[in-house]
């Protein structure tokens, strides 16, 4: 973190009241002033830019072959080649992303934010036998190896889900190819994500409880949904945003993984993982190592950007946080 | 060492109940999943008769509590079900020699992470704010952000295709060349977490009292390096020794699977594509009871290491 004068963080509290800024804003503009920060949120941008309007962005179809240039190096038609059914590499890892994309968003939702929010507020606010059990069930999933369970849940249950009727009409509702695959990967991901989220919001709602303000609300009659949205969640989202940020490169990487194993996105729908299991056979290696590099870069680099943007968001939001 | 036994015996009491969980969830899953595992194990082509009598046999037509029951009964007698896939083979004989190789591997690759990231880090912490400070951060954060799926081919792309230095894959054992790259690969984001801890806490301790005082009383460098700055920093490692047991178990499914290493990593990738439910049970299982034990056996050995540290029932959670 870049060591700021006196001055200026006085300046900066002097300054605060009279422009109206929230303690957010104020964390926003340290965060740009931050120049790998900036590049690594640019990266994500565009990525999850490329994701969400794959249809428009993406040149080709994923699933459009022209199999009369079957693993191709890249040519002005086909800008980082072709694979081995004869489809749009480019393509392909622009839909890709938007798997990506997909159950990152979901997953950063609902296990992320409902739950992890939801259920720490609720266990630090209400107390008692409330928080014993949702901090008993907390440490239950803690105690879990995460990837493992999360491939046998994946296993067993995939095609138990892909078959819910309900999902496949939102699959073509939506236009979403493979739509029950990613609820089956989100919502398995969830059950995984909230913890962590959980116990800090919990801790940090305890400690709020005994601050005067708090006193004070209660006795001038504020209603309980006031007190969780208007005075406690205000005072917990620096940390939402930290482990959340910190949660995303883990995310991503498990989908990718899940995938790659077999037990995640199914074919034809596009995912890194499928790509880097295709690529990183060493008979595909010798023959085209494109194959494996291309995906390779954008996850090392998505990853790496996510790291870096965490990083920098923990260096920010957490008073000493060093 | 007051609140400590009670505490160890409350986390002992705690583990079992886990354990429990799991096993039920896991079972639970597992039947819950399309087709049973004898309907799968016979293919499309099975006689029905057949079928119902196999099941029967298996004890696969009763109900899932008492199917769950005599899962428990038989695992408490060390049985943990036969594999449908080899077939007439207990699990345990699969599984045993598999978690040697997978041990030895990770065994390694766990003096790798931590014989690397200790040096590495404490060079980092003496270089802050000069130029290599943030390349060397950078760094670490790209290692840690390149997962092992991607490493493993990156680097039989350059060992084995490019340079010709190591076979493709396999095994034979830790004193054979065979185990650098899965070795290798696996410990890659251990290092970096490690050598970023280690920064940071040396950095902290660099900046106390009784550091400038060793060096000011005349005590040379690296002295002062070894018994007051390293003792103190690298105490919050212990922690993570659990964390980067587990990242280095998540790593091996991906290299043993890549390199062909017949560990529980590949194992567990086989039995998940045969559908062997029994295996795959059995194998979280045992995970789960090492991850759990290995978070037990950190903490206590992070109590005994620092005397500082309560376990006071009332601040825990």
Same mark, same amino acid.
Request: aromatic share 6%; proline share 5%; glycine share 12%.
């Given at each position: 973190m870049t060591v700021e004068s006196p001055a200026e963080v006085a300046a900066e509290k002097v300054a605060q009241p009279s422009r109206g800024e929230g303690p957010l804003r104020i964390a926003l503009g340290r965060l740009l002033r931050k120049k790998i920060a900036v590049a690594a949120l640019l990266f994500i941008g565009v990525f999850y830019f490329c994701g969400i309007f794959a249809p428009v !962005?993406? $040149?080709? %179809?994923? #699933?459009? /072959? =022209?199999? =009369? /240039? !079957? #693993? /191709? *190096? $890249? %040519? +002005? %038609?086909?800008p980082l080649g072709t694979d081995? +059914? *004869?489809? =749009?590499v480019l393509s392909r890892v622009i839909w890709a992303s938007r798997t990506t994309v997909v159950v990152t968003a979901a997953t950063l939702l #609902? *296990? *992320? +934010?409902v739950l992890a929010v939801g259920l720490g507020l609720l266990a630090g606010y209400a107390g008692g036998k409330v928080d014993t059990a949702i901090m008993r069930l907390g440490d239950v999933f803690f105690a879990l190896p995460g990837l493992p369970m999360l491939i046998m849940i994946n296993a067993t249950l995939g095609d138990r889900v892909r078959s819910i009727g309900l999902l496949t009409k939102l699959e073509d509702w939506l236009k979403i190819d493979g739509f029950p695959d990613y609820v089956l990967i989100f919502g398995a991901l969830s059950l995984f994500a909230w913890v962590g989220g959980a116990r800090v919001i919990r801790s940090q709602v305890l400690a709020l409880r005994e601050t005067e303000y708090m006193t004070a609300a209660l006795a001038m009659g504020a209603s309980t949904p006031r007190i969780l949205f208007h005075h406690l969640l205000p005072n917990v989202s620096n940390l939402i945003i930290v482990s959340l940020s910190a949660s995303l490169g883990s995310i991503a990487g498990t989908e990718i993984a899940l995938t790659w194993f077999g037990v995640g996105v199914q074919p034809p729908t596009p995912s890194f993982g499928a790509m880097l299991f295709e690529g990183g056979s060493i008979r595909s290696l010798q023959a085209e190592p494109m194959l494996l590099l291309v995906p390779a870069a954008v996850v090392a680099a998505l990853i790496f950007a996510f790291n870096l943007l965490g990083d920098a968001l923990t260096d920010i939001l957490t008073p000493h946080g060093r | 060492m007051q609140g400590f036994f009670p505490y160890l015996v409350r986390r002992l009491l705690w583990a079992p109940v886990i354990l429990l969980a799991v096993s039920f969830i896991a079972f639970t899953i597992t039947r819950l999943g399309p087709g049973d595992p004898v309907s799968v194990a016979m293919g499309?082509? &099975?006689?029905q008769e057949v079928l119902e009598r196999v099941r029967a046999e298996k004890g696969l037509d009763k109900p899932l509590i008492e199917q769950y029951g005599i899962y428990l009964k038989n695992l408490a007698h060390g049985d943990l079900g036969e594999s449908y896939v080899y077939k007439n083979t207990d699990i345990g004989e699969l599984i045993f020699p598999k978690m040697w190789v997978s041990a030895q591997l990770g065994l390694v690759a766990l003096i790798i992470v931590f014989s690397v990231g200790i040096p590495l880090g404490t060079f980092a912490a003496l270089k802050?704010?000069? &130029?290599a400070d943030p390349l060397s951060i950078g760094s670490f954060l790209f290692l840690q952000s390149v997962p092992v799926l991607i490493m493993v081919p990156l680097m039989q792309y350059v060992f084995v295709l490019k340079l010709h230095w190591l076979p493709t894959g396999g095994w034979d054992g830790i004193f054979d060349k065979r185990i650098i790259m899965p070795a290798l690969a696996m410990s890659m984001g251990g290092i970096a977490g490690v050598a970023r801890i280690t920064r940071a806490m040396t950095l902290n301790v660099l900046g106390e009292d009784y550091v400038r005082t060793a060096r000011a009383k005349g005590l040379r460098e690296f002295t002062v390096l070894r018994r007051h700055v390293a003792r103190n920093a690298l105490l919050p490692l212990v922690t993570i020794i659990g964390i980067s047991l587990v990242s280095l178990l998540e790593g091996a499914f991906f290299a043993e699977t890549l390199l062909g290493i017949p560990g529980i990593g590949r194992f567990s990738f086989d039995s998940v594509h045969n559908r062997d439910y029994d295996a795959m049970m059995a194998l979280t299982l045992i995970i789960a009871t090492g991850f759990i034990l290995a978070n037990i056996v950190v903490d206590i050995a992070y109590t005994l290491i620092d005397p500082r540290i309560r376990y006071d029932s009332r601040k825990s959670g």
């Open positions: !962005v993406a $040149p080709k %179809s994923y #699933t459009a /072959q =022209d199999l =009369d /240039q !079957v #693993t /191709q *190096g $890249p %040519s +002005l %038609s086909h081995r +059914l *004869g489809r =749009d #609902t *296990g *992320g +934010l | 499309q082509f &099975r006689d802050q704010g000069e &130029r």
